[in-house]
């Protein structure tokens, strides 16, 4: 798993770009905000799919 806990990242979900904040990571679930006023969304690690990761440094 290429995430942790406060990350910001990308991901797409049904076919959309979406834009979330990692609100915990572990081995057995990820739990994402996308901070648009929806419920966060919960994924298992394994089935997160192509995830890019924001890098804070640039």
Not at 3 to 10: F, H, P
Not at 30 to 56: K, S
Request: net charge negative.
């Amino acid at each position: 798993m290429n995430v942790k806990t406060g990350d910001v990242v990308e991901l797409d979900v049904n076919g959309e770009a979406v834009t979330a904040l990692v609100l915990l990571a572990t081995p057995e679930a990820v739990i994402l905000d996308p901070c648009d006023g929806t419920m966060p969304l919960v994924f298992r690690p394994e089935h997160l799919g192509e995830v890019r990761v924001f890098d804070p440094a640039v």
